[in-house]
């Protein structure tokens, strides 16, 4: 039979089993297909929480969903069109999410009456009529593999099991019509030594693929031309933490200061230390520290020694670190501390994300101790915000708190790939030999000296006791702590003087401003999007840096009647800018643990038009 | 000779330890031997912590930082994780390196960093006027224990030999000749060194360790530990430490001939543990010296010279490859 | 000679002298003559900074200040009046402060060569008419000390020569008319077996009563009359550290839950546990912890055992302590976590006061975890503001931050003792066995079962991970997460039911509002009183409770003109304020390590006059 | 007996470690053994840190406090303090205990506080996902050490002993009755117990203790610690632990006269200590069992005893007479 062939423009797919089904291996060689067959995507992966739960259980779902498009995107999407479901316990977590009429992909093999007690399931939802909403495709995956791979001289039965996400890949790659040489190149260079599972996989997918095409079942494809709106360049696929790796790897080259990461592990942020740790041939030094004070002493140090110190943590670590950070505000030596927010408070829910650590990046120290803060936006900015973060150090001596947060880090897209020559430059200037040294002397940026260790004629000895101006010895005297705690304060106020004006995106007599800051971007973008589409004017801008803050941003504020900030918190922002500006910000916060929707913030944008 | 001289290493800063304070002497000591070492002020760096003992980065001409309360391990470790050319000292007392800095003091250790810290015990805190600290005996009624501490004290030597220390010694404030010999040794040794220096505290803990700086007593009390010799002491080395049948070490006679000796570079810390734990306080016969000195790996110095090495050998172009690693298309404009 | 008796109102002396010159002694025992005459008085120790200096320097200089006088007053005063100097550093260090043409009493037999190089002085100042503004009266107080104590048979020089002290307070007792009994008194019970300096302290002091009776150099004797204006009742004199220790104790032995106090030696809040360690015979416990993160864990693992926990610190501390305090915000559990603030950052100024910590309290924890914040506003209402805090804690199971600061801790005032009997009853309603038990279940406050091990029947665990509501079984579950930060939150808002409306002292058409948080309340008073006299209208209010904040607060602000809120550190509260209220309120922030003076806070409010 | 049985402590939590965790051994025999001690559930506490071990608290059906990394024998302190009358247990593991949360197992072990610290030792971060740990041995390669660890792992048992604690023991997963037994005289134990158990990951860390756990090998590798035995080992006992003429135990034959004879109780630890460093990784023959096991004053629980008694006795007057101690004058209305 001829199977129609229809266009789409956009199409959310997700991957979801058990654990071990390798639901993330099928998701990634699903996106290389999609960067090489030329879409715009974006993809958000989730695992189950802390603890391997027993297979086939709710908790132990896996998923991976991935949204690409003809025209450029901005999220990983809220409602998936295509659900795959290897298990019953995968359709049942991940079915609320499906959009109406949306497609479900089933492995009917694996609904069992076991598994369907492990889900929670009465009654086999692909039989009871549960599902009349949707469109079902059942494909008895694991038997058909099984099939496809037998009589393989090297394939054992477990090889064979292991390969199903293969089959499914299969199928939703000719759904789609992906390009199948990326992940045949993918399969033969993985399993090069590995006979049995590379003809098994291969085999799979190959049968999924010509499952789709030949069986009856599926009796639509689509296409999703490549995207052509999208800016010249080279890309590669990039998630957040690669990102913020390489951004902090280009910092240090380009400022020519070996990069020490000292981290303590904790979800999300252990995957910066793990993906660090691989580039010692960059002349980046990581140390897995004993706790996270220790993590950010360490960093302080190799600071003081001249280098490039930067500590990675999440919330409980935060907390964790705030006397040492403190400690490098009175120091004022250059200190990048990246907290990858999660859901709080205390360990929360480790494996979800959110922006509730806000005001303890801004405040969350004894004293009068400001510091710059700045907020990543997208994957891909991740590598702009942690070059930044660097730059920002080193140039005013400050400790500096760069916020990214769980999606960010997990989430990818493509990314234009910056010329590295073109990048800002960063000068450490450190004090020389043979000039005027006061430790405590400032430029004209309100900068001290950083004079490090074995550099002849400049011994001189700091700490966290109140310095004297200038001299940077102790001093209780009250009207020298008076100045330094302004000079200290106008030093952090002053960096505004080196940000550019706030862009905003405003349409002609658009009363309302959505205003951003970190991870929500793409989904304000994509919401204003929406109502453009149904024909409001809107006006929206995103915050990279949030303290100091942009020196229009007061005057961009009074332009508009009502200023929205959506946020993954209770409100925190929108506080910051109700003290500052005496603006009556709204305030959108979002508390469920998973990245802000489009479709969620068009409501909310609809409502206030 | 280097023709560095103590004044080098004397910073102008007013010493504000009150009059009689062991910390003086500790402080002359190191400016005294300072010298000898060979390098020049400005690869020497002290970090210390918190506590009156914490005020000595500030009296050395050298690089200094005064961190907070216990970190100075930590705020070390990432100094010598960065540099591979500087002499690394920690300054820090009971409280600050046993209390509070109790983690990163092991696991400096257990990572044989290259520093030399020097923990000063007058088994009290000073700086904070008198409160008990985790070597402040049982039943010892500071200002926090008014009724008498009632918990043991931690010996410091077991305690670092437990966690792994390469070099572990203890010297006293009073005995100039013998502190300058065991800093020296500390100094010489290529990983971790942990010197305990019992440091009288003349205002909150005074005579703490009379029974081994009073002259009558001291012969009887000091221990003196000498690598590859019998452990004899007293006035006429008519005491000596050896082995009962049931393996414990206890005081006997000097010409006994179960003396042990002392063997600091042994690779089996036990022997140096059973010493250090001859005497859980002062108060009894001590053994002083060098415990233990062995060489380990150095795994932050290597790492450190790998990192150095590979920053040197950067090609122009590796920031450019390494932003192109991977599957990469382009888009023509 | 017949000497004149003059009338004064209020006066302000400073003792002044080396750290070994028993100047706190001599000050309070002159506050206890002072409280025996029956004037009402505020005093304020000042002590040199962490380290010993060496004898003789300006870094070494102990001074103890009192004010007192016929009225009840409200400070410790700004400019001392007479200012004791024992030796040239002290009166280097302290005539600053005093007042234009007061009296400097100077003992002249320390103002030796070395002496005077030591305090940095080239010239004599008693003698180079640098003092010429002030009234000196040059005393040789060493040498009179010993000859009124010499051939006393068991008075060494050494006795001697440490009385002298007490020959200062005799002559300032004449100078002002104290009672001499107590003081006399005090000796003898001091000394009682220790005959040498009982007879030279004794004789010192007669000694210098009488050279004020005789000598032609003090020639005016001053009576400030017994202050009839304060309340009806029993007093006793307390500094804000024994203030609290009495809340505390009182807290615990009225809700039968002893009383656990768990801390890290750290200035100016290790005085509160040297005097809880003293009370074991009214049931408390106290521990020092290896540090501040421990102390903060043994006291909520206390309070979990079903013990008033308490933990107490100061600005490096409560960093230490903010993951711990997190944690007790998702467990629901009591816990008193008390700030001794002093000025920051970082080590900063230890032996110095401020309010700079105030935010860190609010927001330094990372997620959302609302608490209540507490401040004492003087030395006597510590008590108050302790017992409230173990209230709100008990009754609400919430940590509780109670800011207070080392002015407040170290300076004295009368104290009204309160009927103990008459206290606010606090109930610790533990869950009894037999009845229904979850452990997230709500009481109508919003409070949680507090069901202590050895309990029969109700066991249960609670941890940090996110709780499911009511059953308090992990959940990873987003609406339930949303739900749960929005329950935590409205428990705590749902205080402000339980506190008072907030008490404006405003006069007829007053247009300025100046409100107040913390110890800066007497100064606030002080001020507009002054104005008051001056004939000008105002109003004040002061804070007790800064989250949640009394429920008429924001109807109060509207009601004024304008807003003044002045505070030690560069305008917290007022940002506060700004961010709920959207009003401009304006703020005054001193950050001189001191407190705030009645002078200057008059100066303000008559610039906005 | 109580008449409780393994149910009686088994929550209705459904556990949650992956396939064949070594866990799930100790869950057993933790729940298995509760009902010969005969404490009510009610009177049990457990309270854990954060990791794969933290869980455990979740399973038993007694009162359970999930606290924070690292954090748990601090928790754990402040409740001893507060109460004389409960059975408290710490889980923790080798990340929990000797990294995050070094400073609050030393300091626990030398107050001697009543805890029962169990810690299993996987010699990897389990939850986190496969991370170095103190205890992984030196060249591993981790998620967090690509290029292997570079570090020396703590002993923990040595760094516990150095510590000075009152009871250090080991045991192993797979081995229920020897975990049994060791279980139980911890919990015998009136202070502080350290035990420490060998857990297997198969996930991250698999077959780390297979010398120990593997039916041929652990004959030769495992060296039972028996009170008052001499150490022997091997199918036929033939090996054995001698004291060398320098003092040092070495494996020698079982028949050796120099062999050495355990003696748990005794008050000095060097002969504990050697025997804990007999081998630093599982990797060569490794001593399990107890090996220190002696009385010292709990003060905790002093102290614990005098509040309660104090609290006890408290006049009704008490509060009154407080506030009104010292100089009080009164004001007439
Ligand atoms: C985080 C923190 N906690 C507490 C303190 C207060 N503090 C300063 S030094 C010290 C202990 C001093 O004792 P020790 O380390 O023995 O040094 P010593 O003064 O005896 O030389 C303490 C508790 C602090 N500065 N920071
Ligand atoms: C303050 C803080 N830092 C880091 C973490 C992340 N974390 C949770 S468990 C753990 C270590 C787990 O290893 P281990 O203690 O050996 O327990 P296991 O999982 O192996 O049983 C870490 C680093 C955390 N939860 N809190
Ligand atoms: S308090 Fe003790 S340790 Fe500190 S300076 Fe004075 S004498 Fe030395
Ligand atoms: S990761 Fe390892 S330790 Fe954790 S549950 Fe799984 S098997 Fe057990
Ligand atoms: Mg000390
Ligand atoms: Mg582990």
Redesign the interface.
């Known amino acids: 039979m001829r199977v129609q062939v229809k266009e789409r423009r956009r199409v959310i797919v997700r991957f979801a089993g058990d654990s071990g089904d390798g639901m993330q291996l099928a998701g990634s060689r699903f996106m ?1 297909a999609t ?2 067959h ?1 879409n715009d995507f974006a993809t958000l992966p989730s695992f189950p ?7 086939g ?1 709710l ?1 132990g779902v896996s998923a991976f969903q991935i949204h690409f498009a003809a025209q450029d995107i901005l999220t990983p999407g809220d409602e998936p069109d295509v659900l795959v479901a290897m298990n019953p316990a995968a359709l049942r977590s991940e079915l609320g999410a499906l959009a109406r009429r949306g497609t479900v992909i089933a492995n009917e093999d694996a609904f069992t009456k076991r598994n369907l007690e492990k889900a929670g399931y009465d009654a086999n939802p692909l039989e009871d009529g549960s599902l009349d909403g949707f469109h079902l495709i059942r494909i008895p995956m694991t038997s058909l593999t099984a099939r496809a791979t037998e009589a393989m001289e090297h394939v054992s039965t477990r090889d064979a099991g292991r390969a199903k996400n293969l089959f499914a890949l299969g199928v939703v790659s000719w759904l789609y019509d992906r390009p199948t040489a ?1 992940t045949e190149r993918w399969i033969r260079a993985k399993f090069a030594d590995k006979p049995g599972p590379l003809e098994a996989n291969l085999a799979a997918f190959r049968a999924g693929w010509n499952f789709g095409e030949t069986s009856e079942l599926v009796d639509v494809q689509y296409r999703v031309d490549p995207a052509t709106d ?8 990039v998630n957040g933490t690669t990102a913020t790796a ?1 951004g902090l ?2 910092a240090s ?2 400022s020519g200061l ?1 990069l ?1 990461l ?1 981290s ?4 999300p942020a ?1 995957e910066l ?2 993906e660090l ?18 993590a950010a ?11 490039l ?1 930067v500590t990675a943590t ?3 670590g ?3 670190k ?3 950070i ?2 490098a ?3 004022e030596l250059p200190l990048v501390v990246i ?1 990858v ?1 999660r ?7 480790p ?2 994300t ?1 922006q ?2 806000l ?2 990046a ?8 400001p510091l710059p803060v700045i907020a990543a936006s997208t994957p891909g900015q991740c590598f702009e915000a942690a070059y930044e973060a660097a730059r920002i150090a080193v140039t005013y001596r400050t400790p500096v708190i760069l916020l990214s947060d769980l999606f960010l880090a997990n989430s990818s897209e493509p990314w234009l ?2 010329d ?2 073109a990048l800002p430059p960063i000068d450490p200037a450190f004090a020389q030999p043979g000039e005027p040294f006061s430790p405590y002397a400032r430029d004209e940026k309100g900068a001290r000296p950083w004079a490090i ?14 310095t004297e101006d200038v001299t940077g ?2 001093s ?1 005297d ?2 020298n ?2 100045r330094m ?1 302004a000079i ?2 106008a030093k952090i106020a002053g960096i505004t003087a080196d940000l550019p004006r706030l862009e905003v995106d405003a349409d002609p007599g658009a009363e309302l401003l959505v205003l951003g800051w970190g991870s929500s971007r793409g989904a304000i973008r994509a919401a204003a999007r929406r109502v453009r589409a149904n024909g409001h004017a809107v006006a929206t801008a995103h915050l990279h840096h949030l303290h100091p803050l942009p020196f229009d941003l007061g005057e961009v504020l009074h332009r508009f009647e009502r200023v929205l900030v959506p946020e993954m ?2 409100g925190q922002f929108a ?2 800018l ?3 500006f ?3 910000v709204e305030s959108y916060g ?5 990245p802000l929707y489009a479709a969620e913030l068009e409501r909310e944008l609809e409502e206030r038009l | 000779m280097t023709g560095l001289t103590k004044q080098d290493f004397s910073s102008d800063q007013e010493t504000r330890w009150c009059p009689g304070c062991g910390d003086y002497a500790v402080l002359a000591a190191v400016q005294g031997l300072m010298p000898e070492l060979g390098i020049p002020p400005h690869r020497v760096v002290f970090v210390s912590g918190i506590g009156c003992a914490g005020r000595f980065a500030y009296y050395m001409d050298t690089y200094g930082m005064h961190g907070i309360h216990g970190r100075a391990p930590a705020l070390a470790t990432g100094l010598a994780a960065a540099r591979g050319d500087l002499s690394i000292w920690v300054i820090t007392g009971d409280g600050d390196a046993l209390s509070i800095g109790g983690n990163h003091l092991i696991h400096a250790l257990r990572r044989n960093v290259p520093l030399k810290i020097l923990m000063f015990n007058n088994q009290i805190y000073g700086l904070t006027k008198g409160q008990a600290s985790p070597t402040s005996e049982r039943g010892k009624v500071t200002k926090s224990t008014p009724f008498g501490a009632h918990d043991a004290p931690f010996n410091p030597l077991a305690l670092v030999l437990g966690a792994g220390a390469t070099f572990a010694a203890r010297t006293i404030d009073r005995d100039r000749v013998h502190m300058t010999a065991v800093l020296r040794a500390a100094a010489e040794h290529r990983g971790a060194a942990f010197v305990e220096i019992y440091q009288n505290c003349p205002v909150f803990n005074d005579g703490a360790f009379a029974p081994l700086t009073d002259k009558q007593q001291a012969v009887f009390n000091r221990i003196p530990l000498e690598h590859g010799e019998p452990v004899r002491f007293g006035p006429d080395s008519e005491h000596g430490v050896v082995r009962a049948p049931d393996g414990r070490l206890v005081v006997g006679a000097g010409d006994d001939p179960a003396i042990v000796v002392h063997d600091a570079h042994r690779d089996d810390p036990a022997q140096a543990f059973a010493l250090a734990r001859l005497a859980d306080s002062p108060s009894d016969p001590t053994a002083i010296g060098v415990f233990r000195a062995v060489e380990r790996p150095v795994g932050i110095a290597e790492a450190g010279a790998k990192l150095a090495e590979a920053r040197g050998s950067l090609e122009p172009g590796a920031l450019h490859d390494l932003l192109h690693a991977g599957d990469t298309w382009t888009v023509a404009g």
Chains 1, 3 share one sequence.
């Not at chain 1, 260790?453 to 109140?466: C, D, N």
């Not at chain 1, 979002?590 to 998973?594: D, S």
Request: no cysteine; net charge negative.
């Open positions: 290389d960067a090489e030329g929480a802390e603890i391997r739960a027993p297979a259980t908790a990326p999208v800016p010249a360049g080279t890309y590669r696929n390489l790897i280009a080259v380009r070996p020490v000292a303590y592990p904790i979800t252990s230390l793990h740790a691989r580039h010692q041939d960059m002349g980046v030094r990581t140390i897995q520290a004993e706790d996270e004070i220790a002493g360490m960093a302080l140090g190799a600071a003081f020694g001249g280098a110190g999440s919330g409980p935060l907390d964790l705030t006397e040492t403190g400690l505000v009175a120091l907290d927010q859901a709080g408070p205390s360990t929360g829910m494996t979800k959110e509730s650590d005001l303890a801004l405040h969350g120290r004894h004293g009068e101790s790939i910056p590295a020559g260790p074995g550099t002849p004629g400049l011994t001189h000895r700091i700490g966290g006791l109140e010895d102790i209780y009250g009207a702590h008076a705690t200290r304060a918190n209770s506080s910051v109700r003290a500052r005496l603006v009556d979002a508390m469920e643990g998973r």
